[in-house]
């Protein structure tokens, strides 16, 4: 990793430190890489790897439904709530006993 993305990764990981959306762990049996994303704004979006845990995990009997079905289902209704699309990413809070498959490594 160059060493200024590598400082621009550190930043921001020590962000989410700072706001409480990730926590240091010791050890873990599992750790993902991280893929540093260099957005169109200068700034960093820290994406984990997760393909190996994903393999490791069984598969959902009920997948999520289509964008469309979704729209569909809404009809009829005055009031819609939504999540904030801009840091939906960090407001669905892991489980407990989900939280160590969850492990990166940092530079």
Do not use: H
């Not at 010791?26 to 820290?46: E, H, M, T």
């Not at 069984?58 to 964008?67: G, M, Q, V």
């Not at 840091?87 to 969850?102: H, M, P, R, V, W």
């Amino acid at each position: 990793m160059k060493p200024k993305v590598a400082l621009m990764v550190k930043e921001e990981v020590i962000k989410l430190l700072q706001v409480g959306f990730i926590k240091p762990v010791d050890y873990s049996q599992w750790v993902s890489n991280i893929v540093p994303v260099l957005k169109k704004n200068g700034k960093i979006r820290i994406c984990i790897d997760f393909r190996d845990i994903n393999k490791a995990c069984p598969k959902d009997d009920f997948p999520l439904p289509s964008i469309d079905v979704i729209v569909d289902a809404t009809a009829g209704f005055e009031l819609l709530s939504l999540m904030d699309g801009f840091s939906g990413y960090n407001q669905i809070k892991i489980s407990e006993q989900d939280q160590a498959k969850t492990t990166f490594i940092t530079p």
